[in-house]
T-cell receptor
Framework: GQQVMQIPQYQHVQEGEDFTTYCNSSTTLSNIQWYKQRPGGHPVFLIQLVKSGEVKKQKRLTFQFGEAKKNSSLHITATQTTDVGTYFC?????????????FGRGTQLTVWP | KAGVTQTPRYLIKTRGQQVTLSCSPISGHRSVSWYQQTPGQGLQFLFEYFSETQRNKGNFPGRFSGRQFSNSRSEMNVSTLELGDSALYLCASSRGQRGETQYFGPGTRLLVL
C-alpha cells in the first residue's frame, strides 16, 4: 500500500542553525501537505504543494515538492525556539484513496537556546 | 467559524471496557478522519467518514469502529480495551474533496489501566 516515509525522526539544533526534514512516497502524490504539532497540541496545517517542482516560502520556512511528485522537504533557516514541535508531511494519493492523507511519522525538532 | 471539537478531552478506562469518543467537525465539513497517536508512532490512520459512509479505512482491528451522523458529527468506538489502546485520538475534518486541508481537533487522551 501507499507509504510516506519521513526522516529524520528527531533533530536537535542550536538556535540559529538550519533544519531540514524530508519525505518520500512510494507512489506519485496528487499533492503534499505539511503540518506542525507543538508539544501538547494538535497538528496545524502549514502549507500545501500541488505542482511538480513547486517551491513555496513562509518567512524562514521553505517547502519543496519534487519533480516526480514523490518527495518533499521542509527547510527552516536560522531556527528559533518557537520552531519547536513535530513536523509532519502528508501526501494525498489518487483514485480510490480520495479523502485520505498518508502521514509521515514526523520529525520532532528540538531547538536549544 | 468554530473549530473542530472533541469530547471528552480526557478519559481513563480499564482493560476490557469500551469507550465512545465524539467529534464535531467544522460547520460545512462533510469528512471526518480519525487518527491514533502514540509516542514515536506518528499519526496512525483509523478511518474516514464522508456523508455518513466510511470511505477509507486503516489497518486497525475490528474493535475500532466508527460512524457519522447526518449532521457530520462522528463517533469512534473501541470495544474490549487493551493497554496498548492508550493514546491520543485525534479527529480531523475537511470538506472531503481532493486537496482539502484537514483541520484537527484537540484530541481525546485515553488512558487504559
Amino acid at each position: 500500500g501507499q507509504q510516506v516515509m519521513q526522516i529524520p525522526q528527531y533533530q536537535h539544533v542550536q538556535e540559529g542553525e538550519d533544519f531540514t526534514t524530508y519525505c518520500n512516497s512510494s507512489t506519485t502524490l496528487s499533492n503534499i501537505q505539511w503540518y506542525k504539532q507543538r508539544p501538547g497540541g494538535h497538528p496545524v496545517f502549514l502549507i500545501q504543494l500541488v505542482k511538480s517542482g513547486e517551491v513555496k516560502k513562509q518567512k524562514r520556512l521553505t517547502f519543496q515538492f519534487g519533480e516526480a511528485k514523490k518527495n518533499s522537504s521542509l527547510h527552516i533557516t536560522a531556527t528559533q525556539t518557537t520552531d519547536v514541535g513535530t513536523y509532519f508531511c502528508a501526501g494525498e494519493g489518487g483514485g480510490s484513496t480520495l479523502g485520505r492523507l498518508y502521514f509521515g511519522r514526523g520529525t520532532q525538532l528540538t531547538v536549544w537556546p | 467559524k468554530a473549530g473542530v471539537t472533541q469530547t471528552p478531552r480526557y478519559l481513563i478506562k480499564t482493560r476490557g471496557q469500551q469507550v465512545t469518543l465524539s467529534c464535531s467537525p467544522i460547520s460545512g465539513h462533510r469528512s471526518v478522519s480519525w487518527y491514533q497517536q502514540t509516542p514515536g508512532q506518528g499519526l496512525q490512520f483509523l478511518f474516514e467518514y464522508f456523508s455518513e459512509t466510511q470511505r477509507n479505512k486503516g489497518n486497525f482491528p475490528g474493535r475500532f469502529s466508527g460512524r457519522q451522523f447526518s449532521n457530520s458529527r462522528s463517533e469512534m468506538n473501541v470495544s474490549t480495551l487493551e493497554l496498548g489502546d492508550s493514546a491520543l485520538y485525534l479527529c480531523a475534518s475537511s470538506r472531503g474533496q481532493r486537496g482539502e486541508t484537514q483541520y484537527f481537533g484537540p484530541g481525546t487522551r485515553l488512558l487504559v489501566l
